[in-house]
């Protein structure tokens, strides 16, 4: 079953980006950071999916105009998943930040994007009590 998070309050510019996100519950190995912008990558990935805990029934999304990130989520963070994205060198910057949950695994998560001309960096921001870490997941060409 999977846990559907909170991507920006109603209103928020962020909305409009990540129009939707889900994460898997079940655990997994340690994954890379993947772009699926067609059925058929959808479907090689659907195994791997399923794995996670994630809904695979149909493509969320319309390949033509939008994209499925696949993103790895650490053990020890949880709901909800902050998503903001911002402009960098002409890079959109995804910049995914977890409320600290007690949660003992980590999973996948499913963000569906826009298929942008631009190049896509994904971050991941960990609210650490000395201050906030980010480190780049994966940086996508344009698609």
């Known amino acids: 079953m999977a846990v559907a998070c909170r991507t920006a309050a109603p209103g928020d510019a962020n909305a409009s980006f990540v129009r939707r996100l889900v994460v898997g ?3 997994v190995a340690a994954a890379a950071c993947d772009v699926l912008d ?3 990558r959808w479907r090689d ?3 791997r999916l399923a794995a996670a805990g994630l809904p695979v ?9 939008e994209r499925v990130l696949v993103v790895p989520v650490p053990a020890g ?9 911002h402009d960098e060198e002409q890079v959109d ?5 977890p409320a600290r949950v007690a949660t003992a695994r ?15 960096a994904v971050v991941w921001r960990d609210p650490l009590p000395g201050g906030p870490v980010e480190r780049t997941l994966a940086v996508f060409a344009p698609r």
Do not use: M
Request: with cysteine; aromatic share 2%; glycine share 6%.
């Open 77 to 85: 963070a949880g709901e909800p998943i902050a998503c903001a994205v």
């Open 57 to 65: 029934q149909a493509p969320p999304c319309d390949f033509a105009t």
């Open 93 to 97: 910057v995804l910049v995914l930040s």
């Open 106 to 120: 980590g999973g996948l998560a499913l963000l569906v994007v826009p298929a942008r001309p631009r190049e896509l």
């Open 38 to 40: 067609t059925a058929a």
């Open 25 to 27: 519950e079940a655990p």
């Open 45 to 47: 990935a659907l195994p």
